[in-house]
């Protein structure tokens, strides 16, 4: 069965400091690819998404993505982080066109000092 | 247009009891796929509901049923709750030919 890893489990940052969070995942076959967001209080939403193509995503809220193959790795990046982008995040893969059945990692819980 | 919602938001129940939660889709959505979501960690995948038949299941006993109404609705059932199973219950919809799903706010149930 496919897992996913999120190497940190929580990261605080300074205000206009840069972000990266790690993922991987362990399916060899072909994948697609989310990033999710969780504000406090607030329901999942898609960040991101990565089906084919650029291996480079643009997301909302100045989000990207880079999906490298040959590292099995969807690593999120922020050039700047604000105080609003503190939340969980979840990376998450499904093996498929079926979007209902997808595999998350832990979440990394972002704090992003003001 | 409404996104994906759930009810009841908060629920305790007791060791041994029986528990419903329900979800309506996204407006035009066919699919409901259900999670579980225990504390500090990632949703895991309970099953998925498409023409009203359970169309995928994860790693979860049978205490755990679904059902898919002609309206798309869907139910999550737990019979002989466990502690183990006090977590956020979240659903998610989707087309089954799409591949994005929209989640709803979840239902947080505590069993005591």
Known sequence: AQSVSQHNHHVILSEAASLELGCNYSYGGTVNLFWYVQYPGQHLQLLLKYFSGDPLVKGIKGFEAEFIKSKFSFNLRKPSVQWSDTAEYFCAVNLNTNAGKSTFGDGTTLTVKP | ?112
């Open chain 2, 1 to 112: 247009d409404a996104g994906v919602t759930q009810s009841p938001t908060h629920l305790i129940k007791t060791r041994g009891q029986q528990v419903t939660l329900r979800c309506s889709p996204k407006s035009g959505h066919d699919t409901v796929s259900w999670y579980q979501q225990a504390l500090g960690q990632g949703p895991q995948f309970i099953f998925q509901y498409y023409e009203e038949e359970e169309r995928q299941r994860g790693n979860f006993p049978d205490r755990f049923s679904g059902h898919q109404f002609p309206n798309y609705s869907s139910e999550l059932n737990v019979n002989a709750l466990l502690l183990g199973d006090s977590a956020l219950y979240l659903c998610a919809s989707s087309l089954i030919a799409n591949t994005e799903a929209f989640f709803g706010q979840g239902t947080r149930l505590t069993v005591v």
